[in-house]
């Protein structure tokens, strides 16, 4: 199985929400990552986990909070977000510091 | 900040024609990599390329490093419709954080 999996596929949300971006992979891949892309721009890195432990944030906004229940998992808590958040939210894994693999995105919209 | 930039942004080409597109970056890198992303979807991995390395093959796709430039190129032969898509170099900043910084990108489009 070489396939990240992200759920939803689309979320539209308000400003007081809470909801939750869910990836999975059943690669075995030590390295879990979160990326946000605005539209015509390159994906911006947030949060990389190495080992279920996080190993960098980005300086991102208390809003935004990731957690790694386990080696497959990879999830990312939303909550007062605002507006300028919505943007396509992109998860990847890696073996090492080779090839990440990417999960399909969840667009996101915030009202 | 950006690490690469690419250029050029935007590409037009016929098909069956060649496509290049550069990369330059800032810093030392281990590695560099290229990435290509149809509209709207997941990135998906299309050749590594190491610092010791200075060329390297993958089907139609050609890679090229140097290091004293610091900048890489993608090249794509006998191009189809299929390859319009946006694409993107991406550098580890720093070697063994798995950070890596993707470049400004370039949209090629190919018209059949």
């Known amino acids: 199985d070489t396939e990240v999996t992200q759920t939803p596929k689309h979320l539209v949300m308000g400003m007081t929400n809470k909801k939750s971006l869910k990836c999975e992979q059943h690669m075995g891949h030590r390295a879990m990552y979160w990326y946000k892309q605005k539209a015509k721009k390159p994906p911006e890195l947030m949060f990389v986990?190495?080992?279920?432990?996080?190993?960098i944030n980005e300086s991102v906004p208390s809003r935004f909070s990731p957690e790694c229940p386990n080696s497959s998992l990879l999830n990312l808590h939303l909550h007062a977000l605002q507006p300028e958040d919505s943007a396509l939210y992109l998860c990847a894994s890696s073996q090492d510091e080779n090839e990440q693999f990417f999960g399909p995105g969840t667009r996101l919209t915030v009202l | 900040s950006q690490q690469g930039e690419e250029d050029p942004q935007a590409l037009s080409i016929q098909e069956g024609e060649n496509a290049t597109m550069n990369c330059s970056y800032k810093t030392s890198i281990n590695n560099l990599q290229w990435y290509r992303q149809n509209s709207g979807r997941g990135l998906v991995h299309l050749i590594l390329i190491r610092s010791n390395e200075r060329e390297k093959h993958s089907g139609r796709l050609r890679v090229t490093l140097d290091t004293s430039k610091k900048s890489s190129s993608l090249l794509i032969t006998a191009s189809r419709a299929a390859d319009t898509a946006s694409y993107f170099c991406?550098?580890?900043?720093?070697?063994?954080?798995?950070?890596?910084?993707f470049g400004t990108g370039t949209r090629l489009k190919v018209l059949a």
């Open positions: 991406a550098t580890d900043a720093t070697s063994g954080t798995y950070k890596y910084i």
């Open positions: 986990y190495s080992y279920e432990k996080l190993s």
